[in-house]
Nanobody, 123 residues
Framework: VQLQASGGGLVQPGGSLTLSCVAS????????VAWFRQAPGKEREWVSC????????????GYASSVKGRFTISRDNAKHTVYLQMNSLIPEDTAVYYC?????????????WGEGTQVTVSS
């Protein structure tokens, strides 16, 4: 599976961005897709994940505590795309964001990674 993340940019605090992760292949519905981020000088951080299946729901998604209530993950299987809607952005959200896919939403099962997209939150 090849993944391509996009949608990053510069945004002011309190603003919003939507990231997209497009996957190749014909088995997208069977993929769990996660978002990670890595800020300069910090370790990579898990942000969110949506399990394989038809649609995202409360039972098939997970969020890091640092983004819960502000970020929303969703999937469009027809477009082979997972989105990360990011609202109420704060400077601490500044990082390179990566998407990864695998069979389930477990870090050890996420074997395919895309190149990152830079998100900068600054006034």
């Amino acid at each position: 599976v090849q993944l391509q993340a996009s949608g990053g940019g510069l945004v002011q605090p309190g603003g919003s961005l939507t990231l997209s992760c497009v996957a190749s292949g014909s088995t997208f519905e069977k993929l769990a897709v996660a978002w990670f981020r890595q800020a300069p000088g910090k370790e990579r951080e898990w942000v969110s994940c949506v399990a394989a299946g038809v649609r995202a729901s409360a039972g098939t998604t997970g969020y890091a505590s640092s983004v819960k209530g502000r970020f929303t993950i969703s999937r469009d299987n027809a477009k082979h795309t997972v989105y990360l809607q990011m609202n109420s952005l704060i400077p601490e959200d500044t990082a390179v964001y990566y998407c990864a896919s695998g069979a389930v939403c477990h870090t050890n099962a996420l074997h395919d990674w895309g190149e990152g997209t830079q998100v900068t939150v600054s006034s």
